[in-house]
């Protein structure tokens, strides 16, 4: 199922570095086994598509059946024009003004809101509407820091202790509350915290408190691995755990929700390679420094988060083993792939593949010191399709010239 070393090869007789390349049968794959893992008869997966935003992966998911968490408006139109009907997007409005609320609204997309003040905003502006609460877990869960989004210190959700102020503004502008929705972290490495977080919210779930509920949304935070070595969460134990957390709590509300999902890192992250080539060998003192032709604009996790990317060298796989520096071509020190990595020679030329870059990668992108983003190809049943051009320098030049 992963892309062979043939089938990359290929790729390059076709296309320049750095090039981004995925495989459609892998995206598939985790997104039939997530229904597989978990048999709750009412799931819904809702795809993250901050994680990967391509026309074509967004097309491949909505033919699978996939609904979308949109995080913006531009998120929005995007998965309407790939396809995805409004019914089949939940908008997480994520600190947002009146100018995009009053935008959204227009589409007639279902509102995750996560501020007691949006609530107030949107009750006033839209009374009598659908809307879908996002509590914070009270958990403090994810891989860095920078992606957990529950406890205290977190900007995302209300406190849970706040539920009867959600109340009180829902009846004063007669919002029915069909979802409620919590989102622990990304990369969440245990599948008790991730339980926690659905325990809590569930907790203050009553008919009598939200009589319209429909779903119980509890966010993304699967998590892949990164490392070779890395032992893999076991979805379908936690599967069969919530389908059975679920259904318990079903019981007791009085009747059967939908349960939500909504991950990103888990459909695509490992369908991702960024290949890249070596362009510039250094030897400082204590330390061999390989430069390539691509930088954190292309590829932020390990400068951001000091994510963990596996590399190879595709080109000398047999090579003898050294310790490189594996460097970007942006002009900023921390631009930097791997520190002391152990890989087979490095020459001039040799093509680097980084593994796992699927998720929250092309799309933090940007084009910063005027590098235009890679091109992305996808891997379809064995053939080769570009899925979009990356453009050369020149004409990212004139991009700009005509944007301004
Ligand atoms: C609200 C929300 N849902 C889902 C996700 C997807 O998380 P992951 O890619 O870890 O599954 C995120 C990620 O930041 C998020 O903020």
Same mark, same amino acid.
């Given at each position: 199922?992963?892309?062979?070393?043939?089938?990359?090869?290929? &790729?390059? @007789?076709?296309?320049?570095?750095?090039?981004?390349?995925?495989?459609?049968?892998?995206?598939?794959?985790?997104?039939?086994? *997530?229904?597989?893992?978990?048999?709750?008869?009412?799931?819904?997966?809702?795809?993250?598509? =901050?994680? $990967?935003?391509?026309?074509?992966?967004?097309?491949?998911?909505?033919?699978?059946?996939?609904?979308?968490?949109?995080?913006?408006?531009?998120?929005?139109?995007?998965?309407? =024009?790939?396809?995805?009907?409004?019914?089949?997007?939940?908008?997480?409005?994520?600190?947002?003004? #009146?100018?995009?609320?009053?935008?959204?609204?227009?589409?007639?997309?279902?509102?995750?809101?996560?501020?007691?003040?949006?609530?107030? =905003?949107?009750?006033?502006?839209?009374? %009598?509407?659908?809307?879908?609460?996002?509590? $914070?877990?009270?958990?403090?869960?994810?891989?860095?820091?920078?992606?957990?989004?529950?406890?205290?210190?977190? @900007?995302?959700?209300?406190?849970?202790?706040?539920?009867?102020?959600?109340?009180?503004?829902?009846?004063?502008?007669?919002?029915?509350?069909?979802?409620?929705?919590?989102?622990?972290?990304?990369?969440?490495?245990?599948?008790?915290? !991730?339980? @926690?977080?659905?325990?809590?919210?569930?907790?203050?779930?009553?008919?009598?408190?939200?009589?319209?509920?429909?779903?119980?949304?509890?966010?993304?935070?699967?998590?892949?691995?990164?490392?070779?070595? /890395?032992?893999?969460?076991?979805?379908?134990?936690? %599967?069969?755990?919530?389908?059975?957390?679920?259904?318990?709590? &079903?019981?007791?509300?009085?009747?059967?929700?939908? !349960?939500?999902?909504?991950?990103?890192?888990?459909?695509?992250?490992?369908?991702?390679?960024?290949?890249?080539?070596?362009?510039?060998?250094?030897?400082?003192?204590?330390? @061999?420094?390989?430069?390539?032709?691509?930088?954190?604009?292309?590829?932020?996790?390990? !400068?951001?988060?000091?994510?963990?990317?596996?590399?190879?060298? *595709?080109? $000398?796989?047999?090579?003898?083993?050294?310790?490189?520096?594996?460097?970007?071509?942006? &002009?900023?020190? %921390?631009?930097?792939?791997?520190? #002391?990595?152990?890989?087979? /020679?490095?020459?001039?030329?040799?093509?680097?593949?980084?593994?796992?870059?699927?998720?929250? &990668?092309?799309?933090?992108?940007?084009?910063?010191?005027?590098?235009?983003?890679?091109?992305?190809?996808?891997?379809?049943?064995?053939?080769?399709?570009?899925?979009?051009?990356?453009?050369?320098?020149? /004409?990212?030049?004139?991009?700009?010239?005509?944007?301004?």
């Amino acid at each position: 199922m992963v892309i062979s070393d043939l089938q990359l090869k290929q &790729c390059l @007789k076709e296309f320049a570095t750095p090039l981004y390349i995925y495989d459609a049968n892998l995206i598939k794959k985790r997104y039939q086994q *997530l229904y597989k893992w978990i048999p709750y008869k009412k799931l819904q997966i809702y795809y993250a598509m =901050k994680a $990967n935003y391509n026309l074509h992966i967004l097309r491949l998911l909505e033919k699978e059946g996939s609904c979308i968490d949109a995080v913006s408006p531009g998120d929005i139109y995007l998965a309407l =024009k790939a396809g995805f009907s409004k019914i089949r997007i939940l908008f997480t409005a994520n600190k947002i003004s #009146d100018e995009e609320m009053h935008e959204v609204a227009k589409l007639d997309v279902l509102f995750n809101i996560g501020s007691l003040s949006r609530l107030e =905003k949107f009750g006033k502006a839209y009374p %009598g509407r659908e809307v879908c609460i996002r509590f $914070n877990p009270d958990v403090i869960a994810g891989e860095h820091e920078f992606i957990r989004t529950g406890g205290e210190a977190s @900007k995302f959700g209300i406190f849970l202790e706040k539920v009867d102020l959600v109340l009180e503004i829902a009846e004063k502008y007669k919002l029915k509350i069909v979802g409620i929705h919590e989102h622990t972290g990304s990369g969440i490495p245990e599948i008790v915290q !991730m339980q @926690k977080g659905m325990r809590n919210i569930l907790g203050i779930i009553t008919i009598e408190r939200f009589p319209y509920l429909r779903f119980v949304d509890f966010g993304g935070g699967f998590k892949v691995p990164y490392h070779l070595d /890395e032992k893999k969460v076991d979805y379908s134990k936690f %599967g069969e755990e919530v389908t059975e957390l679920f259904t318990g709590f &079903c019981k007791l509300f009085g009747r059967d929700l939908e !349960m939500y999902f909504e991950p990103g890192k888990l459909l695509v992250a490992e369908s991702g390679k960024l290949l890249v080539t070596a362009t510039t060998l250094k030897e400082n003192p204590g330390k @061999k420094i390989v430069g390539v032709n691509s930088g954190f604009s292309q590829l932020i996790r390990p !400068m951001f988060y000091q994510a963990y990317h596996h590399l190879r060298n *595709l080109s $000398n796989p047999n090579g003898k083993l050294k310790i490189y520096d594996i460097v970007g071509n942006i &002009c900023e020190s %921390g631009d930097c792939f791997a520190v #002391d990595r152990e890989l087979p /020679e490095i020459r001039e030329g040799d093509i680097l593949a980084i593994k796992t870059a699927g998720a929250y &990668c092309y799309s933090m992108g940007s084009v910063y010191n005027m590098r235009p983003m890679p091109s992305e190809v996808m891997i379809v049943d064995g053939k080769i399709r570009l899925i979009r051009r990356g453009l050369s320098n020149e /004409e990212l030049a004139k991009k700009i010239v005509n944007e301004c």
